[in-house]
């Protein structure tokens, strides 16, 4: 009788499936997950940055188009992209929001009707009440002193 040694690596795959794979004892270790990531709201603001370049440029012709390119429908899209009316500084501190861990503070649908104000001042003000509800100081937000 013969007996083998040898070191598996055992897991559960999705959906309950077991993956049974060897160890090699020369290969790198896997790199650590990362504990934090950053906000959705955060790449959604980005992304609409990126859309409005991309109309802007000619490389897209309209938002129908964009909506096609993201795999989205258009209203969608609409939505997305009326984060650009935002105030510039309000842009900012969503693109700078700190990376998290579980549920961010920040949602894209409380922010809606705040992109819909006409006004900067307003969207300022509706904004500082949102950061504050969501349990962060105008400096973990992004928001600079100047804006009063």
Same mark, same amino acid.
Do not use: Y
């Given at each position: ?44 603001m980005a ?12 490389e ?59 006004? =900067? ?19 973990? =937000? ?7």
């Amino acid at each position: 009788m013969v007996a083998i040694k040898r070191k598996l690596n055992v897991t559960v795959a999705s959906r309950g499936r077991i993956a049974i794979s060897l160890i090699d004892p020369n290969a790198e270790p896997p790199r650590p997950r990362p504990t934090s990531k950053v906000p959705r709201i955060s790449r959604l603001m980005a992304l609409a940055i990126r859309f409005n370049e991309m109309i802007r440029t000619g490389e897209a012709s309209d938002m129908i188009e964009l909506a096609r390119l993201g795999h989205v429908t258009q209203p969608r899209m609409s939505q997305i992209m009326a984060l650009n009316q935002l105030a510039p500084d309000i842009q900012e501190a969503l693109l700078n929001l700190p990376a998290t861990k579980g549920k961010p503070g920040i949602h894209e649908k409380r922010l809606r009707p705040i992109a819909a104000m006409l006004h =900067w001042d307003e969207q300022r003000a509706a904004w500082r009440q949102i950061s504050s509800e969501a349990g962060g100081t105008s400096k973990d =937000w992004g928001e600079s002193s100047e804006i009063a």
